[in-house]
């Protein structure tokens, strides 16, 4: 066991940024910014991250580091657009496995892999982007109702950003379906109201579908052409 498990303080601190995670998801989609920039601005905000970096920094410098310490330096990198120092880490950590990560560490990777796609860095992996989306995909059914439907939407959304209109299309309907109506289920018996969530799912989903669908018909098209 690591010393970063055997504290209780930072056991007490990661499950409460874990109850948060599904709110963070939803404010990212409403405010419509990456989740994985704007949840580290989150977390900067009530999770302590400078202190958290500071664990992570000292973490990796010794033998065997507590493998949550690449996911906290990956996203920070991310989160300052520094694409090329954030991959390695993110990859990293995300190779050590769902069960030592929380479904931000794919949704960070992915993200990192599409926007070094988008500006040149050669490192990237478009396939290495949909992998990680298929993890968090897998992921996010065991998380509660509300913080579900915004984790399928963002990677539907990204999903759809990497051309992979079919993945986007599965996971904005499970958003939509989950998230029926304005009230977002946290667990627990708690939810709250967050007016247009069900509206945007829906219109996000017809949108894929419209895509998904215009795709499909310039197939055959496109085959009958010498």
């Known amino acids: 066991m690591t ?10 601190a990661q499950k409460k940024l874990k109850r948060r995670l599904g709110s963070m998801m939803l404010v990212c989609v409403m405010l419509a910014v990456p989740v994985a920039i704007c949840t580290w601005r989150l977390f900067s905000v009530y999770g302590n991250m400078h202190q958290q970096e500071d664990w992570a920094r000292a973490q990796l410098a010794k033998p065997d580091p507590n493998p949550q310490a690449y996911s906290i330096l990956g996203a920070d990198y991310l989160s300052k657009g520094e694409i090329a120092k ?28 599409l926007r070094g796609m988008q500006s040149g860095v050669s490192t990237t992996s478009k396939a290495e982007a949909l992998r990680a989306l298929g993890q968090a995909e897998s992921m996010a059914k065991a998380m509660p109702r509300g913080g579900a439907a915004a984790t399928y939407y963002e990677i539907g959304r990204l999903d759809a950003q990497l051309g992979d209109l079919q993945g ?12 029926r109506d304005d009230w977002v289920e946290l667990g627990d018996g708690r939810r709250y109201r967050q007016p247009g969530v069900a509206d945007l799912y829906a219109k996000q989903l017809g949108a894929a579908q419209e895509a998904l669908d215009q795709s499909r018909l310039k197939r055959p098209a496109a085959a009958g052409n010498p």
Do not use: F, H
């Open 3 to 12: 010393e970063q498990q055997t504290d209780p303080e930072w056991e007490a």
């Open 86 to 113: 954030s991959l390695p880490l993110l990859r990293r950590a995300a190779a050590e496995g769902p069960k030592r990560n929380s479904v931000l560490t794919y949704c960070y990777l992915a993200e990192a892999d």
């Open 168 to 179: 986007a299309v599965r996971n904005l309907t499970q958003a939509r379906d989950l998230q």
